[in-house]
């Protein structure tokens, strides 16, 4: 009898605080059906304190108000399968956090989890109920309800607002160069930075509520900005998932058009060409009864054979003398693959230059050798980079090609020639390790600010 009089009477709904998560109220669900407690939380991310795995995450503690955001930070102490109430399964983090209700405060074991389809940021389980709290179902805040203005009180701290912006890295590896500092370098400048796997994004297409997805069912639609490094191999499914997020009001770095004219090397061969960009020389016919035509058209050998859908140096080949050409197109065209056919620029001596344009702004040009034996100057096939001065009608030629593809952000490749610079390629996805390590300038962190410009942010 002593033991029930100790514990508490509370209703089937409460105001909780979770001091150690720094969250002042939350109104919680108070459910002895569920065995396990469960908090809203978004952008969860682990990594390693003290030899000991952790996870930081943000929490909207108000339902139906993305405004107020709090950062925390927690300890993993497990990881568990949870089934929710409709049936799903879903692997949770597990935390442990002091609970407060009334005048009582005590440990309590919570789940982490998107709760953005639930009708409560917080469920209270019968696990954390026992021995301290008795539930009459048929009342609720018995411990008292708060007034709007009291819940403006509590929450008017700036601690508890969010600072920066939350920005998504959109891409395949976590673990490349690129990648890494831009995640580096966002977070450096103050930003909740996040790595979004594209194969795990998935997507809902509705006219009221249209919705990005992580694997888990995690919303995404609270980014305020998406950078997107959309590998060639998955381009068309990358770009939809950047349509979706320019859809639900996100900025993105590069467009999902821009990436997806850029990928198109005939198409985009065709715009830069009308936009009085100058290029190589191609050729390109469906039919391998044109082959020799084909050849004559671009000066004749040697040359270069490109398929349409290879990327890094990879997918080219230089053919030397006439038979070669010929065998080369026809093996191509025998396993029915796209390609150009492209006049070989002798004068270039195995390099080329690589300008890497922000804003219609070159903010670092590098040159790249060819490694010997190898006519491609590509850092990925063993060239090596280093800075370059280029002439105003290089620089002019750079921005131009990227306006014409409508990118933002773009790696611009061109060869020194006898008529002067020639346009290679408009990459929409450049890669910053050798344009960083060349020039020594900080290309992610120019990238962040560039986004920072655009939403128009700055830092308190």
Same mark, same amino acid.
Not at 268 to 297: H, R, W, Y
């Given at each position: 009898?002593?033991?029930?009089?100790?514990?508490?009477?509370?209703?089937?709904?409460?105001w909780c605080?979770?001091?150690?998560?720094?969250?002042?109220?939350?109104?919680?669900?108070?459910?002895?059906?569920?065995?396990?407690?469960?908090?809203?939380?978004?952008?969860?991310q682990?990594?390693?304190?003290?030899?000991?795995?952790? @996870?930081?995450?943000?929490?909207? %503690?108000?339902?139906?108000?993305?405004?107020?955001?709090?950062?925390?930070?927690?300890?993993?102490?497990?990881?568990?399968?949870?089934?929710?109430?409709?049936?799903?399964?879903?692997k949770?983090?597990?935390?442990?956090?002091?609970?407060?209700?009334?005048?009582?405060?005590?440990?309590?074991?919570?789940t982490?989890?998107?709760? &953005?389809?639930?009708?409560?940021?917080?469920l209270?389980?019968?696990?954390?109920?026992?021995?301290h709290?008795?539930?009459?179902?048929?009342?609720?805040?018995?411990?008292?309800?708060?007034?709007?203005?009291?819940?403006?009180?509590?929450?008017?701290?700036?601690t508890?607002?969010?600072?920066g912006?939350?920005?998504?890295v959109?891409?395949?590896?976590?673990?490349?160069?690129?990648?890494?500092?831009?995640?580096?370098?966002?977070e450096?400048?103050?930003?909740?930075?996040?790595?979004?796997?594209?194969?795990?994004?998935?997507?809902?297409?509705?006219i009221?509520?249209p919705?990005?997805?992580?694997?888990?069912g995690?919303?995404?639609?609270?980014?305020?900005?998406?950078?997107?490094?959309v590998?060639?191999?998955?381009?068309?499914?990358?770009?939809?998932l @950047?349509?979706?997020?320019?859809?639900i009001?996100?900025?993105?770095?590069?467009?999902?058009?821009?990436?997806?004219?850029?990928? &198109?090397?005939?198409?985009?061969?065709?715009?830069?060409?009308?936009?009085?960009?100058?290029?190589?020389?191609?050729?390109?016919a469906?039919? %391998?009864?044109?082959?020799?035509?084909?050849?004559?058209?671009?000066?004749?050998?040697?040359?270069?054979?490109?398929?349409?859908?290879?990327a890094?140096?990879?997918?080219? @080949?230089?053919?030397?003398?006439?038979?070669a050409?010929?065998?080369?197109?026809?093996?191509?065209?025998?396993?029915?693959?796209?390609?150009?056919?492209?006049?070989?620029?002798?004068?270039?001596?195995?390099?080329?230059?690589?300008?890497?344009?922000?804003?219609?702004?070159?903010?670092?040009? $590098?040159?790249?050798?060819?490694?010997?034996g190898?006519?491609?100057?590509? $850092?990925?096939?063993?060239?090596?980079?280093? %800075?370059?001065?280029?002439?105003?009608?290089?620089?002019?030629?750079?921005?131009?090609?990227?306006?014409?593809?409508?990118?933002?952000?773009?790696?611009v &490749?061109?060869?020194?020639?006898?008529?002067? %610079?020639?346009?290679?390629?408009?990459?929409?996805?450049?890669?910053?390790?050798?344009v960083?390590?060349?020039?020594?300038?900080?290309?992610?962190?120019?990238?962040?600010?560039?986004?920072?410009?655009?939403?128009?942010?700055?830092?308190?």
């Amino acid at each position: 009898m002593n033991l029930l009089q100790e514990k508490m009477i509370i209703g089937n709904q409460e105001w909780c605080a979770l001091s150690s998560l720094g969250i002042p109220a939350i109104k919680a669900r108070i459910d002895s059906g569920a065995q396990t407690s469960s908090l809203h939380a978004v952008n969860i991310q682990q990594f390693k304190k003290n030899n000991a795995q952790w @996870v930081s995450f943000e929490i909207h %503690p108000l339902q139906k108000n993305r405004s107020t955001i709090i950062r925390s930070e927690a300890e993993v102490i497990d990881k568990r399968i949870i089934r929710s109430s409709s049936g799903n399964s879903e692997k949770r983090y597990v935390i442990s956090a002091e609970v407060t209700l009334g005048k009582k405060t005590w440990q309590i074991e919570v789940t982490l989890s998107n709760r &953005d389809s639930m009708g409560y940021r917080m469920l209270l389980g019968r696990e954390a109920m026992s021995d301290h709290i008795l539930v009459d179902p048929a009342a609720s805040f018995t411990l008292g309800n708060l007034t709007i203005d009291e819940i403006k009180s509590l929450y008017k701290s700036p601690t508890l607002t969010k600072q920066g912006l939350r920005i998504g890295v959109l891409a395949s590896d976590p673990d490349l160069y690129s990648n890494q500092r831009l995640l580096e370098s966002g977070e450096a400048l103050g930003h909740n930075m996040t790595f979004l796997n594209i194969k795990q994004c998935f997507m809902k297409l509705d006219i009221d509520h249209p919705e990005v997805h992580f694997r888990g069912g995690r919303s995404l639609n609270e980014f305020d900005a998406i950078i997107p490094r959309v590998r060639p191999s998955v381009t068309y499914y990358g770009c939809a998932l @950047v349509r979706q997020f320019e859809n639900i009001g996100a900025f993105v770095l590069n467009s999902s058009s821009a990436i997806t004219r850029s990928r &198109d090397k005939l198409y985009s061969l065709q715009l830069l060409q009308k936009n009085g960009c100058v290029i190589p020389t191609t050729g390109f016919a469906n039919s %391998p009864i044109e082959t020799e035509d084909l050849i004559d058209m671009v000066g004749g050998a040697p040359l270069i054979v490109k398929l349409l859908e290879g990327a890094q140096g990879k997918g080219v @080949v230089l053919a030397e003398t006439r038979k070669a050409s010929e065998s080369v197109i026809n093996a191509f065209k025998s396993l029915k693959a796209n390609l150009l056919v492209q006049e070989f620029i002798k004068e270039a001596n195995g390099k080329d230059i690589r300008c890497f344009v922000i804003n219609e702004k070159v903010v670092a040009s $590098i040159q790249r050798q060819a490694p010997p034996g190898e006519f491609r100057a590509n $850092i990925h096939l063993g060239g090596k980079a280093s %800075p370059i001065k280029i002439t105003p009608e290089e620089r002019k030629l750079a921005i131009k090609a990227t306006k014409v593809m409508g990118l933002k952000v773009a790696g611009v &490749d061109m060869i020194r020639s006898d008529k002067g %610079p020639l346009l290679l390629e408009v990459n929409s996805s450049p890669g910053l390790e050798g344009v960083e390590n060349s020039t020594g300038k900080d290309i992610s962190k120019l990238m962040i600010e560039s986004i920072e410009k655009a939403l128009q942010w700055k830092k308190l």
